[in-house]
């Protein structure tokens, strides 16, 4: 949920980042209420930009790749109700996207036998945007959905 001081962070922000915690909270709201609704594949079919094979994120967008990461964390920790993993990856692979940044989200279920684990990570290259690095380390990818920079 929104903490004191939440607001004056966000005002004290440059107009690039405003618009970027703006565009992640509205693209995230909508993802939990696609995914609270629709099945997956509709969710899919709806919200998820064409599909092309993976391409590296280029080195000189880094910092650009580690601020929708910032805004993706942030926005889930706040917004009220958990945010799923699959919920951050999509509105994460729609926000780098709308910004020209290659992406791909990456499906898996759990290596162990857990009760039939799954879970959702997004990196753009080689950067982890959401859920990647150890979180994903113990699922075996099952698919993979890549968007392009345009």
């Known amino acids: 949920m929104w903490r004191k001081g939440d607001l004056r962070k966000l005002s004290a922000m440059n ?6 915690v703006r565009d992640v909270v509205i693209l995230l709201a909508l993802v939990r209420v696609a995914l609270a609704l629709l099945p997956v594949r509709w969710v899919f079919r709806i919200l998820a930009p064409p599909i092309t094979p993976p391409r590296e994120a280029p080195a000189n967008r880094a910092a650009e790749i580690a601020r929708v990461r910032w805004a993706i964390m942030a926005a889930a920790a706040r917004l009220p109700g958990t945010s799923s993993c699959l919920s951050r990856a999509l ?5 780098l996207a709308r910004r020209g940044l290659p992406a791909t989200l990456h499906m898996g279920v759990a290596r162990a036998k857990s009760g039939g684990a799954a879970h959702a990570w997004l990196v753009s290259g080689q950067y982890d945007v959401s859920g990647g690095g150890d979180a994903a380390s113990g699922f075996v990818p099952i698919a993979a959905f890549s968007v392009r920079e345009s």
């Open 15 to 20: 107009a690039a980042d405003r618009i970027l």
């Open 91 to 95: 509105a994460g692979l729609l926000v």
